[in-house]
């Protein structure tokens, strides 16, 4: 595949993203009353669906964001932890966010950062906001939280104070960090840099990059990426077929090679501390009754396949400025 193919392929991999997450919501992992405005409802369940919302149920849990309907542990991990250790005076900045509903979630938690900024390919982007634009359920929490002047929106970028999202590539830094920019970001604040499932895409060089990017941006920040680990077999194959199924181009899946290399590429890339953990890990530290609870949901007749697939997905969470923002690694 061309360049272009190539890039495709990847933005498919949105689509894939979001009909997996609004299929969890219908079964009832989480509550998320807005990705139905993002994404058609699956027509049929498939392992890979089921599966995958187990993992991001535990990826959610671990973040701190309400992953739970009926969970009263109100502890808040890595996300929540560091919007409340910097009392909210901080930026998020979603990349390669896709039809990630997180700001509108945020905002109903009472938990929005100072601004909350999201990135991925314009394409995508003028998609989000066109269903912004034409769904009020997502447009009014942006204009709920707007003050000052009018709002700047065009197809391919959308300013208010509280969110803002751009169309950029994210293997492009100086673009990246001009358009950002424009939109008002302030380096000096508190930064949480969130990537799920989008580092694997880029080659190892380009990550890095992107890291590297960040870690010099960013005097005080936190970056936290979720995504595939232990991708290879001993021969070098990659061991999860459905991820090839758009056949896209893996090309960060050196990096995945194990919870080590993620380790290593964040801290060869100027962060100060780093930790990477597979999914077992955490589903094994969540507390078990809401386990059982999501165990219980739907029917798994293939464990053994869903507990291999739980090592193959990990939580890498890095920070820079661990003086201030120390705490909140310490949290798991
Ligand atoms: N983070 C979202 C989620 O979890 O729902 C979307 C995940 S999807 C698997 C990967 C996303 O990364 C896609 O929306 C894709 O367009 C975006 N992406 C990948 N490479 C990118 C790049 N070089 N520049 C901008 N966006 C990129």
């Not at 909350?116 to 314009?122: G, H, I, L, S, T």
Request: glycine fraction near 4%; proline fraction near 4%; aromatic fraction near 10%.
């Amino acid at each position: 595949a061309g360049p272009d193919e190539a890039d495709e392929a990847v933005r498919g991999t949105c689509e894939d993203a979001s009909v997996c997450k609004r299929f969890a919501v219908s079964v009832g992992y989480w509550k998320d009353p807005y990705i139905q405005y993002f994404v058609r409802q699956a027509k049929e369940r498939k392992a890979p669906e089921i599966n995958r919302g187990k993992l991001e149920w535990g990826w959610r849990h671990l973040a701190g964001l309400k992953a739970d309907k009926t969970s009263v542990h109100g502890q808040g991990y890595l996300i929540k932890a560091f919007l409340k250790k910097t009392e909210c005076n901080c930026q998020i900045v979603n990349l390669g966010a896709g039809m990630d509903t997180l700001f509108w979630r945020l905002k109903d938690e009472n938990l929005l950062p100072r601004k909350y900024f999201e990135v991925d390919f314009p394409m995508i982007v003028a998609r989000k906001i066109h269903n912004i634009k034409s769904k009020p359920p997502l447009s009014k929490p942006i204009m709920e939280s707007h003050s000052g002047d009018s709002l700047l929106i065009d197809s391919h970028s959308l300013d208010s104070s509280r969110y803002s999202i751009v169309g950029a590539d994210l293997r492009f830094s100086s673009d990246l960090e001009e358009k950002l920019k424009k939109h008002n970001l302030d380096v000096h604040l508190p930064t949480l840099l969130v990537a799920e499932c989008v580092l694997v895409y880029m080659t190892p060089q380009q990550s890095a990059n992107l890291l590297k990017w960040a870690a010099s941006t960013f005097p005080v920040a936190m970056f936290i990426n979720y995504e595939q680990v232990n991708m290879m077999d001993r021969f070098g194959h990659i061991m999860i077929e459905n991820l090839q199924r758009r056949q896209c181009n893996l090309a960060g899946v050196e990096v995945c090679r194990s919870l080590d290399s993620q380790r290593e590429r964040l801290l060869l890339n100027g962060w100060e501390t780093a930790r990477a953990i597979d999914m077992m890990k955490v589903y094994s530290f969540l507390p078990q009754a809401d386990v059982r609870r999501i165990e219980a949901l739907e029917f798994l007749d293939e464990k053994e396949l869903f507990e291999q697939l739980m090592q193959h997905y990990c939580i890498c969470w890095a920070s820079k400025d661990s003086s201030n923002l120390g705490n909140v690694l310490q949290h798991v």
